[in-house]
């Protein structure tokens, strides 16, 4: 049933907003916020969110729940200077190099800064004595402590999302941080890198650690051939950074702009997502006809396989073997492209991978997936830093002519293409199974019970009859929702057969490497919509109908699970308890 | 993290404290309580330990938590703890020259409390509900009134022959 209120003189409906921010946001008007996350609980900590209502004075529109009739007023003198001390108050403890900032540009507290004129700070800036330490120790994250405006975003996301917790505040009055454990570095902490905390970050204080610049050196220099690929979610979220909606897919036009900035080759990981399944569904089918190792963890998330090394080595058994697709394909370019193209070698050909992720730059860094010193995905750019490279390159992603990619590796199917969404890898992983069990065509595609990117949908099961075989699918986002998967199949109570996790909520659309996204809930799903249209309208839908699939099985791998093929694409896992933080006693 | 040299009698009776407690979230503070009274300070690899053990919590989170009350104590203590009233009465009656000298005597510069060989803690507390005994110094729960440098200097010398003795 729909209510209104009064937003700055207009009559607003609102129906079952969780508060008034929300429906000030949805009528078409705004205020400003740091700590407010709608996918998060609400903090009230900022008090950037204010408004003035009439007859109660001032609120944190954040924390307030709708109530009909009133009246409130969202740009009001008071709520201005109560908003400009906020961000003086800020802004004197923030160490203000805002040019050489990871997060220019992109940071909050610079825009409301700039966009409510603070021009002087009336308060004493920190001594340089007062600087913390900055925290670089691991390939994917950064962390300024001295950039940190105590939001508590991050500190929720870890705890929320992932069951983490692996940042917290500490000390208390003016000395009080957000910081892991006794202040260690991330690395040394039980962190997996899914980069979520730094997602919702609003200023410099976590920020993604780049490697634009080695990517641009390698682009630039004429005795290095460098070859690229990109996830399925990348293609449905880049837009956004040029103006367009989320969803659009615009994998032509990044096909063109990584041409026009100087790649040599560019394949896709939606290939290798395909081959991922052709592994997967052949790896599930025996184990299932062993009844070994069952339920089946899926292994595309290196946040997930982090998580089981440090927190449940006992229980790595269950996962794939299959390296993620971006390891499967990095791994066949390293071994093919040499075989396939005149003047590649294997010395001076260099993978590039374009992610949604933070926690794949850790993954390329495996020791697993090195091969003859170096690692067999150079480097990995997210997304973010993909869209910096356009950018600096003067290109207009918007306006660019689609281009196709390059051959054999580049061509999908639409199975490939879901993996970028909760839920996308066990239905892909059905689709081919079926098929691969009953040798009949499987007339209905569509696993409806499997998609879903809300916070609804973070946990969900689905039965699939091969054939009178009822195989049992469950599907999760976040590591919180994983864990009480693990929990129950250590109390024996788990009854399914495929476990499939991602750890960002909704999966890789909604990765800690993607445009930032996170004051709208809704993007996640638009981006998810993208993939599931570009699914529907594919000319192959199953992983092993792609015919650049057929051809690499034919030409080189033989069949799935073959010698050659575990020799390339699989993979083993380490335990990593000791020195984690269950390693004590 | 690094693994801990810390031997299972230790761990016993952490497990023992959080058993007590009943392995509850809510119950942190007097878990922590515990820990301290047991082990004179929180070590950090049992606050890491209690982190992992207790359903919603995380090492980070049990360290805020300690860092944020004043009561805990994220530094070994001695084995004697001292505590100089710096409340009104006794300040006016000079607890402070009875402070200076013990933290003289153990060497202590700002910012350490504790002795080099472990023995001896040195803080100061604010008034201690005994100030017609002014000044007064409490060690490990035993209280001495009516304080001076040289009767602290008597007392602090028969811990040590004690000390010696054992
Ligand atoms: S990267 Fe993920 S696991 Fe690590 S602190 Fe951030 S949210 Fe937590
Ligand atoms: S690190 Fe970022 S998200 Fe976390 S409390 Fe600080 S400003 Fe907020
Ligand atoms: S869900 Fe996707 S984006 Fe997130 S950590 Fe896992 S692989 Fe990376
Ligand atoms: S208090 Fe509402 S956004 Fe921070
Ligand atoms: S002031 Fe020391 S006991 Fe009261």
């Keep these: ?42 903090f009230g900590a900022c008090r950037m969110c204010v ?22 007023h969202t740009n009001t003198e008071k709520t201005r200077r109560i908003r400009k001390i906020v961000l003086e108050l800020l802004l004197a403890n923030h160490d203000r190099e805002c040019t050489t900032c990871e997060k220019s540009g992109k940071c909050e507290l610079q825009k409301y800064a700039e966009e409510y004129g603070i021009k002087d700070i009336r308060f004493a800036q920190k001594k340089d004595s007062e600087y913390l330490p900055i925290d670089d120790s691991n ?38 941080v957000v910081q892991p454990m006794a202040g260690r570095h991330m690395s040394s902490v039980d962190c997996v890198f899914c980069g979520q ?101 899926t292994s ?49 050909t260099y993978v590039i991978s374009i992610m949604p992720c933070t926690a794949k730059k850790v993954e390329a860094r495996r020791a697993q997936l090195v091969k003859d010193g170096r690692s067999e995905t150079d480097y990995v750019l997210t997304t973010q830093e993909i869209a910096k490279m356009i950018k600096s390159a003067g290109l207009n992603l918007a306006e660019l002519e689609p281009e196709p990619n390059d051959s054999p590796f580049g061509l999908y199917s639409g199975a490939g293409t879901i993996f970028g969404a909760s839920g996308g890898v066990a239905e892909a992983a059905v689709r081919t199974a079926y098929e691969f069990v009953t040798g009949e065509t499987l007339e209905n595609l569509d696993f409806k019970p499997l998609r879903g990117v809300d916070a609804a949908s973070r946990t969900k099961d689905a039965v699939v009859d091969i054939k009178g075989n009822k195989v049992k699918v469950r599907v999760v986002s976040t590591l919180k929702e994983a864990e009480k998967s693990i929990k129950q199949l250590q109390e024996g109570a788990a009854d399914f057969h495929i476990l499939e996790v991602m750890a960002c909520p909704g999966g890789c659309i909604n990765g800690g490497g993607q445009p930032r996204s996170c004051d709208n809930s809704k993007i996640k799903e638009e981006r998810a919509a993208g993939l599931y249209k570009e699914d529907a309208q594919l000319p192959y839908r199953k992983s092993h109908d792609n015919p650049d699939i057929k051809k690499l099985y034919a030409e080189f791998l033989e069949k799935p699970n073959s010698h050659k093929a575990h020799e390339l694409l699989h993979t083993h896992y380490k335990n990593l308890f000791a020195n984690s933080y269950k390693d004590l006693k | 993290m690094t693994a801990s040299t810390r031997d299972s009698a230790d761990w016993k009776r952490v497990d023992g404290i959080i058993d007590t407690y009943s392995a509850k979230k809510s119950n942190l503070i007097a878990i922590l309580q515990r820990v301290q009274e047991e082990f004179r300070y929180l070590p950090e690899d049992i606050m890491t330990y209690i982190g992992t053990k207790i359903d919603g919590l995380s090492p980070a989170t049990v360290y805020g938590v300690a860092t944020f009350y004043a009561q805990f104590s994220l530094e070994p203590k001695g084995k004697y703890i001292i505590k100089c009233c710096d409340g009104t009465a006794c300040h006016v009656r000079g607890s402070m020259p009875v402070y200076m000298s013990l933290k003289q005597r153990f060497g202590l510069e700002d910012g350490t409390f504790t002795s080099k060989d472990g023995l001896f803690t040195v803080e100061t507390v604010s008034c201690l509900g005994a100030c017609g005994l002014a000044p007064v110094v409490v060690i490990n729960d035993k209280v001495y009134p009516q304080m001076t440098t040289d009767a602290m200097k008597i007392i602090i010398d028969t811990i040590l022959d004690e000390e010696k003795g054992e």
């Excluded at chain 1, 560019?266 to 592994?279: G, R, V």
């Excluded at chain 1, 370019?333 to 590649?344: A, R």
Aim: aromatic share 8%; with cysteine.
């Design chain 1, 300 to 348: 595309c998330c290196p946040a997930w396989v982090r998580y089981m090394e440090t927190q449940h080595p006992e229980l790595l058994n269950h996962l794939s073997t299959c390296k993620s697709p971006q390891g499967m394909l990095s791994s066949v370019l390293k071994e093919l492209v040499p075989k396939y193209f005149d003047g590649y070698t294997k010395e001076n």
């Design chain 1, 139 to 176: 390939p994917s994250l950064v962390r300024d402590p001295n950039k940190c405006i105590l939001c508590g975003a991050c500190v929720r996301a870890c705890s929320e999302f992932q069951g983490h917790s692996v940042l917290g505040f500490a000390n208390r009055g003016s000395k009080t």
């Design chain 1, 197 to 297: 905390c730094q997602a919702v970050c609003p200023t410099g204080a976590l920020t993604i650690k780049s490697d634009v610049d080695a990517v641009w050196s390698l682009v630039t220099n004429p005795q290095v051939r460098t070859v690229v690929q990109m996830a399925p979610s990348v293609r449905v979220a880049l837009g956004e950074e040029f103006n367009l909606k989320p969803g659009e897919n615009v994998i032509g036009k990044l096909n063109a702009a990584l041409r026009k900035i100087g790649f040599d080759l560019i394949f896709d990981t939606n290939f290798s997502a395909d081959l991922t399944i052709m592994e997967e569904a052949s790896e599930f089918i025996e184990r299932l006809s062993k009844g070994e190792n069952l339920p089946l963890f």
């Design chain 1, 1 to 42: 049933m729909a209510n209104t209120l009064f937003i700055n003189g207009k009559e607003c409906e609102y129906t079952d907003e969780p508060n008034l921010l929300e429906v000030i946001r949805k009528n078409g008007f705004n205020v400003p916020t740091f700590c407010y996350r709608p996918d998060l609980t609400q």
């Design chain 1, 51 to 72: 408004v003035e209502i009439e007859g109660r004075g001032i609120q944190s529109s954040c924390t307030m729940p709708p109530e009909p009739g009133l009246k409130i």
